[in-house]
T-cell receptor
Framework: GQQLNQSPQSMFIQEGEDVSMNCTSSSIFNTWLWYKQDPGEGPVLLIALYKAGELTSNGRLTAQFGITRKDSFLNISASIPSDVGIYFCAGQLSGGSQGNLIFGKGTKLSVKP | NAGVTQTPKFQVLKTGQSMTLQCAQDMNHEYMSWYRQDPGMGLRLIHYSVGAGITDQGEVPNGYNVSRSTTEDFPLRLLSAAPSQTSVYFC????????????FGPGTRLTVL
C-alpha cells in the first residue's frame, strides 16, 4: 500500500526556535493534512491543504502542499513548550477506499524551556 | 456535542480473552474507522465503515471484527486477544469517505499479557 515518509522522527529544540518537518510519498495526493497529538490524547487536525503549491497558516504554524503533490511541509515558528507532541502528516487520494487517510509515522517534538 | 467518545480508557487482558472496544459519535458522520498506534509505526487503519451496515478492512484487520448497526456506534471486537495486539486504539469519524476532516476519539490503551 501507499506509504508516507515523514522526517525527522524526533526533534529536540530550544524554546523560541523554528521547526520544520516534512512528508514525502510515492503517490500523488489530492489532500494533505497535518495533525498534532498531545500526550495521552487523540490527534487533532491543525491544517488542511487542497491544492498544489498552496501555503496555509494557522497561527505560528505554516504548511505547504508541494508542487509535485507528493510532498508537504510543516513549519512552526518561535516554538513554545505547549508545542510538545507528535505531529502527523496524512494524505488522501480520492474515490473508493482511497478516501481513507494514509498517515506518516510522526515527528515527536520536544521543546526545552 | 461530545464528538467521538471511546470506552474504556485503559484495559488489561490475558491472552485468549475477548473484549469489545466501544466507540460512539454524535456528529451524524457516515464514515467511522479504527486505528492502532504503535511506537514508530504511526497510525494504521484496522477497519472502517462508510455507513450503517457497511464495513471494510483496512491495512491491519487480522484479529479484529467490527459491525455498524447504527450511524452512531462502531465497536471493535477482539475475539481472542494476543500480546501483539497490545497498542493504543483510536476511533475516528468524518462526514463521508471523500471528506478529509477526520475527528479522533481520546484512545483506548490496551495491554495483553
Amino acid at each position: 500500500g501507499q506509504q508516507l515518509n515523514q522526517s525527522p522522527q524526533s526533534m529536540f529544540i530550544q524554546e523560541g526556535e523554528d521547526v520544520s518537518m516534512n512528508c514525502t510519498s510515492s503517490s500523488i495526493f489530492n489532500t494533505w493534512l497535518w495533525y498534532k497529538q498531545d500526550p495521552g490524547e487523540g490527534p487533532v487536525l491543525l491544517i488542511a491543504l487542497y491544492k498544489a503549491g498552496e501555503l496555509t497558516s494557522n497561527g505560528r504554524l505554516t504548511a505547504q502542499f508541494g508542487i509535485t503533490r507528493k510532498d508537504s511541509f510543516l513549519n512552526i515558528s518561535a516554538s513554545i513548550p505547549s508545542d510538545v507532541g507528535i505531529y502527523f502528516c496524512a494524505g488522501q487520494l480520492s474515490g473508493g477506499s482511497q478516501g481513507n487517510l494514509i498517515f506518516g509515522k510522526g515527528t515527536k517534538l520536544s521543546v526545552k524551556p | 456535542n461530545a464528538g467521538v467518545t471511546q470506552t474504556p480508557k485503559f484495559q488489561v487482558l490475558k491472552t485468549g480473552q475477548s473484549m469489545t472496544l466501544q466507540c460512539a459519535q454524535d456528529m451524524n458522520h457516515e464514515y467511522m474507522s479504527w486505528y492502532r498506534q504503535d511506537p514508530g509505526m504511526g497510525l494504521r487503519l484496522i477497519h472502517y465503515s462508510v455507513g450503517a451496515g457497511i464495513t471494510d478492512q483496512g491495512e491491519v484487520p487480522n484479529g479484529y471484527n467490527v459491525s455498524r448497526s447504527t450511524t452512531e456506534d462502531f465497536p471493535l471486537r477482539l475475539l481472542s486477544a494476543a500480546p501483539s495486539q497490545t497498542s493504543v486504539y483510536f476511533c475516528a469519524s468524518k462526514p463521508g469517505l471523500s471528506t478529509d476532516t477526520q475527528y479522533f476519539g481520546p484512545g483506548t490503551r490496551l495491554t495483553v499479557l
